[in-house]
Nanobody, 126 residues
């Protein structure tokens, strides 16, 4: 069983930056794959960024070039550095994880991830 706890959300002005953290406990971290999703009011949950066990990264088109996902295996923590924030980035951000090793672990489908954090609110003011 894996537990995830997010932190780092808050209120920021357009063009500002925030760094979210997703700390994991339990389980075997070396093969944990972690992703970030977000959900704005009245909208469906959408994939933001992912980092599989290999350390490679992948992003939604809407955030590529502005957001950076990274991981610190020693701290069992994944980070989402968000720069050049826009009002359209306002949402509850949640990290999710699954075990996966080998090829084909870069999924952006929420149903592929059984472990979820509680979410953290990010609000970008115009």
């Amino acid at each position: 069983q894996v537990q995830l706890v997010e932190s780092g959300g808050g209120l920021v002005q357009t063009g500002g930056s925030l760094r979210l953290s997703c700390a994991a406990s339990g389980g075997t971290y070396s093969t944990i794959n972690t992703v970030w999703f977000r959900q704005a009011p009245g909208k469906e949950r959408e994939f933001v960024a992912g980092i599989p066990w290999s350390g490679s990264t992948y992003y939604a088109v809407s955030v590529k070039g502005r957001f950076t996902i990274s991981r610190d295996n020693a701290k069992k923590t994944v980070y989402l550095q968000m720069n050049s924030l826009e009002p359209g980035d306002t949402a509850v951000y949640s990290c999710a994880a699954r075990y996966c090793s080998g090829l084909g672990c870069s999924s952006s489908r929420s149903n592929d991830y059984p472990y979820w954090g509680q979410g953290t609110q990010v609000t970008v003011s115009s």
